[in-house]
């Protein structure tokens, strides 16, 4: 089956805009290639889905040698803000960027919504 890169593109642009301090968002492979993206000027849609690739690698080896499990998100903050990788099948996932202001509770949720919309059009 073909996956619709424009309907994922409208879902993280949606997503984007609509969620309070979200900077950008991306739908990658484990392999790193993009699927559809939408990230602040300045940043390369291929490099940042292959950085979202090795995080997912590592995260799973982590979850595997430390006895954790599935990985079912990765999260990384910095000075200036968060990263949130989560799955979204097998095959893909779900990449978000944003500020340190975020209210991490409703980001999640958010997430977790988006993620079941980008999964019924990925199946």
């Not at 000075?79 to 979204?88: D, E, M, Q, R, Y």
């Not at 509770?105 to 980008?118: H, S």
């Amino acid at each position: 089956m073909a996956i619709n890169a424009e309907k994922l593109g409208m879902i993280i642009k949606d997503f984007a805009s609509a969620t309070s301090d979200v900077e950008g968002a991306a739908v990658v492979t484990p392999d790193g290639l993009p699927l559809a993206t939408t990230l602040p000027s300045g940043m390369d849609d291929e490099r940042v889905s292959a950085m979202s690739a090795a995080m997912l690698s590592l995260g799973e080896r982590i979850g595997k040698e430390l006895v954790r499990g599935t990985i079912d998100r990765i999260y990384v903050e910095g000075a200036k803000g968060f990263s949130v990788l989560t799955s979204c099948g097998e095959d893909t996932v779900f990449l978000v960027l944003a500020t340190k202001e975020a209210k991490q509770g409703l980001l999640m949720l958010e997430i977790k919504r988006t993620v079941g919309e980008l999964r019924m059009v990925l199946s």
